[in-house]
């Protein structure tokens, strides 16, 4: 039997430098799936004719500002 054992170190700061990268990956990847979802949900809900606004509601722009008056 041909046996190769290889008995290797690993720095501690390789395995933080692993753990970022994969971290990375994940955030990437749930980035570009949660972009896709959003596009492909819109254009599904357009074609169906599916408002996502039709039961909000909307408050207007409008700013009162009410001055006071000064008495004299």
Do not use: C, H, W
């Amino acid at each position: 039997m041909n046996e190769i054992l290889n008995f290797g170190y690993i720095d501690p700061s390789v395995m933080t430098y692993a753990i970022q990268a994969g971290a990375g990956i994940v955030i990437a990847v749930g980035a570009f799936v949660g972009l896709y979802f959003r596009k492909t949900k819109k254009k599904v809900n357009k074609k169906l004719g599916i408002d996502e606004n039709k039961n909000k509601e909307v408050e207007s722009d409008e700013i009162e500002v009410k001055s006071k008056s000064k008495k004299s």
